[in-house]
Protein backbone atom coordinates (compact mmCIF):
# COMPACT_ATOMS: atom_id res chain seq x y z
CA UNK A 1 0.00 0.00 0.00
CA UNK A 2 1.38 3.27 -0.78
CA UNK A 3 1.87 5.23 1.84
CA UNK A 4 4.20 6.46 4.83
CA UNK A 5 3.88 6.34 8.54
CA UNK A 6 5.97 8.69 10.32
CA UNK A 7 6.33 8.64 13.72
CA UNK A 8 8.01 10.81 16.42
CA UNK A 9 9.74 9.40 19.86
CA UNK A 10 12.11 9.54 22.64
CA UNK A 11 12.98 6.71 24.81
CA UNK A 12 10.18 4.38 23.26
CA UNK A 13 12.17 1.28 22.93
CA UNK A 14 8.97 -0.32 25.01
CA UNK A 15 6.59 0.08 23.21
CA UNK A 16 8.00 1.32 18.88
CA UNK A 17 8.76 -2.14 18.06
CA UNK A 18 4.82 -3.56 18.34
CA UNK A 19 4.11 0.07 16.30
CA UNK A 20 6.01 -0.64 13.37
CA UNK A 21 4.99 -4.44 13.51
CA UNK A 22 1.15 -3.20 12.80
CA UNK A 23 2.44 -1.34 9.45
CA UNK A 24 3.19 -4.28 7.91
CA UNK A 25 2.56 -3.48 4.13
CA UNK A 26 3.25 0.27 4.69
CA UNK A 27 5.61 1.80 1.60
CA UNK A 28 7.78 4.37 4.05
CA UNK A 29 7.80 4.32 7.46
CA UNK A 30 9.74 7.49 8.93
CA UNK A 31 11.00 7.76 12.47
CA UNK A 32 12.18 11.20 14.22
CA UNK A 33 13.84 10.44 17.19
CA UNK A 34 15.04 13.58 19.54
CA UNK A 35 17.71 12.12 21.45
CA UNK A 36 16.91 8.63 23.09
CA UNK A 37 19.38 7.45 25.34
CA UNK A 38 17.87 4.18 25.96
CA UNK A 39 17.70 0.93 23.38
CA UNK A 40 15.67 2.95 20.92
CA UNK A 41 18.44 3.29 18.26
CA UNK A 42 19.53 -0.28 18.43
CA UNK A 43 15.54 -1.46 18.03
CA UNK A 44 14.96 0.35 15.09
CA UNK A 45 18.28 -0.76 13.28
CA UNK A 46 17.09 -3.99 13.96
CA UNK A 47 14.25 -3.83 11.90
CA UNK A 48 16.29 -2.00 9.09
CA UNK A 49 18.12 -4.78 9.39
CA UNK A 50 15.54 -7.36 8.97
CA UNK A 51 14.51 -4.93 5.79
CA UNK A 52 11.72 -2.70 7.25
CA UNK A 53 11.34 0.61 5.37
CA UNK A 54 12.26 2.57 7.50
CA UNK A 55 14.05 5.92 7.70
CA UNK A 56 15.34 7.06 10.71
CA UNK A 57 16.84 10.11 11.38
CA UNK A 58 17.37 12.80 14.70
CA UNK A 59 16.07 15.94 14.86
CA UNK A 60 16.45 18.55 18.45
CA UNK A 61 13.38 18.85 20.02
CA UNK A 62 10.80 21.04 17.99
CA UNK A 63 7.55 21.29 20.35
CA UNK A 64 4.89 18.56 19.77
CA UNK A 65 3.70 20.12 16.72
CA UNK A 66 7.12 20.99 15.20
CA UNK A 67 8.07 17.57 15.47
CA UNK A 68 5.47 16.44 13.61
CA UNK A 69 5.43 18.94 10.68
CA UNK A 70 9.18 18.08 10.40
CA UNK A 71 8.75 13.78 10.25
CA UNK A 72 5.60 15.05 8.06
CA UNK A 73 7.56 17.04 5.47
CA UNK A 74 10.11 13.96 5.20
CA UNK A 75 6.99 11.32 4.08
CA UNK A 76 7.57 10.95 -0.35
CA UNK A 77 4.44 8.86 -0.64
CA UNK A 78 0.80 9.72 -1.98
CA UNK A 79 -0.67 9.26 1.59
CA UNK A 80 0.30 10.37 5.23
CA UNK A 81 -0.08 8.50 8.30
CA UNK A 82 0.60 10.15 11.75
CA UNK A 83 1.02 7.36 14.42
CA UNK A 84 2.66 7.74 17.83
CA UNK A 85 5.35 5.20 19.35
CA UNK A 86 2.70 3.52 21.92
CA UNK A 87 0.21 2.97 18.97
CA UNK A 88 -0.33 -0.13 16.71
CA UNK A 89 -3.22 -0.64 13.79
CA UNK A 90 -5.86 -2.84 14.37
CA UNK A 91 -7.02 -5.90 12.56
CA UNK A 92 -10.12 -3.98 10.98
CA UNK A 93 -8.17 -0.50 10.31
CA UNK A 94 -5.64 -2.81 8.14
CA UNK A 95 -8.26 -4.14 6.23
CA UNK A 96 -9.62 -0.95 5.90
CA UNK A 97 -6.93 0.69 4.52
CA UNK A 98 -6.70 0.27 0.81
CA UNK A 99 -10.12 1.33 0.95
CA UNK A 100 -8.96 4.90 2.35
CA UNK A 101 -6.29 5.20 0.39
CA UNK A 102 -8.46 4.50 -3.03
CA UNK A 103 -10.55 7.74 -2.15
CA UNK A 104 -11.93 9.84 -4.46
CA UNK A 105 -9.42 13.12 -5.13
CA UNK A 106 -11.52 15.66 -3.76
CA UNK A 107 -11.14 13.72 -0.30
CA UNK A 108 -8.24 15.14 1.11
CA UNK A 109 -7.86 13.10 4.62
CA UNK A 110 -9.16 10.72 7.06
CA UNK A 111 -10.04 10.84 10.61
CA UNK A 112 -9.22 7.95 12.73
CA UNK A 113 -10.17 6.38 16.44
CA UNK A 114 -8.31 5.62 19.06
CA UNK A 115 -9.00 2.91 21.57
CA UNK A 116 -7.15 2.77 24.95
CA UNK A 117 -5.68 -0.01 26.96
CA UNK A 118 -6.93 0.64 30.20
CA UNK A 119 -5.35 -1.55 33.78
CA UNK A 120 -7.37 -4.01 34.82
CA UNK A 121 -9.30 -4.39 31.33
CA UNK A 122 -7.21 -4.46 28.16
CA UNK A 123 -8.21 -2.35 25.44
CA UNK A 124 -11.52 -1.14 25.17
CA UNK A 125 -14.10 -2.62 23.15
CA UNK A 126 -14.92 -1.23 19.16
CA UNK A 127 -17.74 0.67 20.40
CA UNK A 128 -15.86 2.38 22.99
CA UNK A 129 -13.42 5.13 21.29
CA UNK A 130 -12.05 8.06 22.09
CA UNK A 131 -13.04 11.18 19.33
CA UNK A 132 -11.83 10.72 15.70
CA UNK A 133 -9.17 12.86 14.67
CA UNK A 134 -7.34 13.23 11.28
CA UNK A 135 -4.62 10.97 11.00
CA UNK A 136 -4.83 9.96 7.74
CA UNK A 137 -3.65 13.21 5.48
CA UNK A 138 -3.02 13.23 0.91
CA UNK A 139 0.85 14.55 1.07
CA UNK A 140 0.90 17.99 0.40
CA UNK A 141 -2.81 18.49 1.51
CA UNK A 142 -2.41 19.28 5.29
CA UNK A 143 0.12 20.91 7.89
CA UNK A 144 0.71 21.34 12.11
CA UNK A 145 -0.49 24.65 13.77
CA UNK A 146 2.97 25.23 15.10
CA UNK A 147 1.00 27.58 18.01
CA UNK A 148 -0.11 24.24 19.12
CA UNK A 149 1.78 23.40 22.19
CA UNK A 150 -0.23 19.94 22.95
CA UNK A 151 -3.10 18.18 21.21
CA UNK A 152 -1.68 19.55 18.06
CA UNK A 153 -3.41 17.95 14.78
CA UNK A 154 -3.32 18.47 10.95
CA UNK A 155 -4.94 21.42 9.59
CA UNK A 156 -6.15 19.95 6.25
CA UNK A 157 -6.36 22.46 3.04
CA UNK A 158 -9.70 20.31 1.85
CA UNK A 159 -12.91 17.62 3.32
CA UNK A 160 -12.01 14.85 5.00
CA UNK A 161 -14.12 12.12 6.48
CA UNK A 162 -14.33 9.76 9.61
CA UNK A 163 -13.68 6.10 8.92
CA UNK A 164 -16.35 3.83 10.36
CA UNK A 165 -14.17 0.85 10.53
CA UNK A 166 -10.90 0.03 12.45
CA UNK A 167 -8.95 2.41 15.02
CA UNK A 168 -5.86 3.11 16.42
CA UNK A 169 -5.00 1.05 19.97
CA UNK A 170 -2.78 3.11 22.31
CA UNK A 171 -1.04 0.97 24.46
CA UNK A 172 0.89 2.39 27.53
CA UNK A 173 -0.73 1.60 30.91
CA UNK A 174 0.44 4.41 33.47
CA UNK A 175 -0.37 3.62 36.88
CA UNK A 176 -2.39 6.40 38.32
CA UNK A 177 0.41 7.94 39.90
CA UNK A 178 2.58 8.28 36.62
CA UNK A 179 -1.06 9.06 34.82
CA UNK A 180 -1.27 12.09 36.46
CA UNK A 181 1.89 13.59 36.44
CA UNK A 182 0.91 13.24 32.53
CA UNK A 183 -1.99 14.95 32.80
CA UNK A 184 0.13 17.69 35.02
CA UNK A 185 2.62 18.19 32.35
CA UNK A 186 -0.58 18.28 29.75
CA UNK A 187 -2.70 20.67 31.46
CA UNK A 188 0.34 23.07 32.05
CA UNK A 189 0.83 22.97 28.03
CA UNK A 190 -2.91 23.35 27.31
CA UNK A 191 -3.01 26.36 29.91
CA UNK A 192 -0.25 28.35 28.52
CA UNK A 193 -1.24 27.71 25.15
CA UNK A 194 -4.81 28.98 25.96
CA UNK A 195 -3.06 32.16 27.25
CA UNK A 196 -1.11 32.76 24.63
CA UNK A 197 -4.22 32.30 22.41
CA UNK A 198 -5.83 35.38 24.90
CA UNK A 199 -8.40 32.66 26.95
CA UNK A 200 -9.57 34.46 30.06
CA UNK A 201 -10.18 32.74 33.50
CA UNK A 202 -13.60 31.84 34.11
CA UNK A 203 -15.03 30.54 37.42
CA UNK A 204 -18.14 28.71 35.09
CA UNK A 205 -14.81 26.83 33.04
CA UNK A 206 -13.36 26.30 36.61
CA UNK A 207 -16.90 24.71 38.06
CA UNK A 208 -18.25 22.68 34.80
CA UNK A 209 -15.38 21.50 32.08
CA UNK A 210 -14.64 19.00 34.83
CA UNK A 211 -17.53 17.15 35.17
CA UNK A 212 -18.24 18.02 30.87
CA UNK A 213 -14.92 16.10 30.13
CA UNK A 214 -16.01 13.27 32.05
CA UNK A 215 -19.19 12.93 30.98
CA UNK A 216 -18.45 13.18 27.65
CA UNK A 217 -15.48 10.04 28.20
CA UNK A 218 -17.86 8.25 30.45
CA UNK A 219 -21.59 8.05 28.53
CA UNK A 220 -20.55 9.51 25.06
CA UNK A 221 -17.52 7.94 24.51
CA UNK A 222 -18.75 5.09 26.41
CA UNK A 223 -16.21 4.34 28.84
CA UNK A 224 -18.82 3.38 31.29
CA UNK A 225 -19.19 -0.22 29.40
CA UNK A 226 -15.65 -0.85 30.73
CA UNK A 227 -16.66 -0.80 34.88
CA UNK A 228 -14.00 0.31 37.40
CA UNK A 229 -11.20 0.80 34.91
CA UNK A 230 -13.64 3.02 32.42
CA UNK A 231 -14.09 5.37 35.39
CA UNK A 232 -11.06 5.86 36.54
CA UNK A 233 -10.04 6.94 32.78
CA UNK A 234 -12.58 9.37 32.64
CA UNK A 235 -12.39 10.66 36.11
CA UNK A 236 -8.42 11.48 34.99
CA UNK A 237 -10.24 12.88 31.97
CA UNK A 238 -12.04 15.14 34.26
CA UNK A 239 -9.48 15.94 36.49
CA UNK A 240 -6.58 17.40 33.35
CA UNK A 241 -9.75 19.82 32.94
CA UNK A 242 -10.11 21.03 36.21
CA UNK A 243 -5.55 21.47 36.14
CA UNK A 244 -6.20 23.55 33.01
CA UNK A 245 -8.48 25.88 34.30
CA UNK A 246 -6.88 25.77 37.48
CA UNK A 247 -3.64 26.88 36.45
CA UNK A 248 -5.35 29.34 33.60
CA UNK A 249 -6.73 31.01 36.90
CA UNK A 250 -3.46 31.30 38.93
CA UNK A 251 -1.29 32.34 36.19
CA UNK A 252 -3.84 35.64 36.03
CA UNK A 253 -4.27 35.82 39.86
CA UNK A 254 -0.81 36.01 40.19
CA UNK A 255 -0.85 39.21 37.98
CA UNK A 256 -3.46 40.80 40.01
CA UNK A 257 -2.10 40.02 43.23
CA UNK A 258 1.79 38.54 43.45
CA UNK A 259 2.02 36.63 46.46
CA UNK A 260 2.82 38.74 49.56
CA UNK A 261 3.89 37.49 53.02
CA UNK A 262 1.53 40.14 54.19
CA UNK A 263 0.98 38.95 57.48
CA UNK A 264 2.08 42.08 60.07
CA UNK A 265 -0.08 44.51 58.09
CA UNK A 266 -2.92 45.39 60.27
CA UNK A 267 -1.14 44.66 63.38
CA UNK A 268 -0.97 47.45 66.05
CA UNK A 269 3.06 47.76 66.90
CA UNK A 270 3.98 48.05 70.78
Given at each position: MSYSA?????????????????????????????????????????????????RFMYEPWRGYAGQKQFALEQCSEPWCLNIDADERLDDALQYALPD??????????????????L????????????????????????SYDLSQKVHEGIV????????????????????????????????TLKADQQLAEGRKAKLSNLLFSPWLYFLR???KNGLWRCGMPGFIEAATGGI????????????????????????????TKI
Open positions: FIICLNEEAYLGKCIESLEGCTEIIIVDSGSTDGTGPLVQSYIDKGWPILLSAPAEIVGWKLARRPYIGHGYTPENVRERKNLRLIRNGKGPTGPVRSSRRGSLLHYRPLIIDEQILKENKYSLYFYAFLTQAKIYQRYALIRRPNVDDMDQGR
